[in-house]
């Protein structure tokens, strides 16, 4: 080969390879996004509903407690005094954090793993690898607790808050591979409460909610 053969394949050759290292960026993205694999892998998140973090609302570290992993998804009212969307959800967030891991009850954190104000904000609670706490006959473990903060049987959702919690079902349905048939409600496995709330239950025994979550997840 002459040496301006040499000169004009390498110059080829480099203009190729910079040519790729410049499209790398996009590909890479355009890869991650498409990928099958990773809808199987537990990184795939589909992150429709941000979560605020739990330094948000000042939380206290929680203690040690029991680990598990999420196989369902059980759907909660804080019960008690009503909060509006004008109230201040991150202080309720602190009082029941407060109350939960004092004398009363001496739990280890707040007891749910995800808590929803009447504004429509998701917080963060205590770690979704953590098994959570209850007052009742039933053991929450590898239940996710979604909780909403104040109480529905006096309180109504409207139809933000009906879209948050379907996609927020969603989401960790998704993120935990859990089917969205076990989605259900505290009081579907305790004698001992109306939780989560007239309001909120009627949208689980019609049936209404699981159907909305099962079209998403499918798609
Ligand atoms: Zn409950």
Not at 8 to 14: N, P, Y
Not at 64 to 83: C, N
Not at 88 to 101: F, G, I, P, S, V
Request: charged fraction near 20%; include cysteine; proline fraction near 6%.
């Amino acid at each position: 080969m002459s040496r301006l053969k040499i000169y004009a394949t390498s110059t080829i050759l480099g203009l190729i390879m910079l040519g790729a290292v410049a499209a790398l960026p996009e590909q890479g993205m355009v890869c991650a996004a498409v990928t099958p694999s990773l809808s199987e892998d537990t990184a795939a998140y589909r992150d429709t509903v941000p979560i605020v973090p739990r330094s948000s609302w000042q939380a206290q570290p929680a203690r040690p407690f029991k680990r598990h992993v999420p196989i369902q998804i059980t759907v909660h009212h804080e019960g008690g005094k009503l909060l509006t969307s004008s109230d201040d959800a991150k202080q309720r967030l602190k009082n029941l954090q407060h109350w939960c891991m004092g004398p009363d009850r001496n739990w280890s954190d707040i007891p749910y793993h995800l808590l929803i104000s009447p504004d429509g904000t998701v917080y963060e609670g205590r770690n979704p690898l953590t098994v959570g706490e209850t007052n009742t006959e039933y053991d929450p473990t590898g239940h996710l607790l979604i909780c909403f903060l104040g109480n529905y049987n006096e309180q109504k959702l409207d139809d933000k808050l009906l879209q948050v919690l379907i996609d927020l079902l969603v989401d960790s349905c998704i993120k935990y591979d859990i089917s969205p048939t076990d989605i259900s409600t505290h009081r579907d496995h305790s004698q001992q409460t109306s939780c989560p709330g007239e309001d909120i239950y009627a949208y689980f025994k019609s049936g209404y909610i699981v159907g909305q979550v099962k079209e998403l997840v499918k798609d």
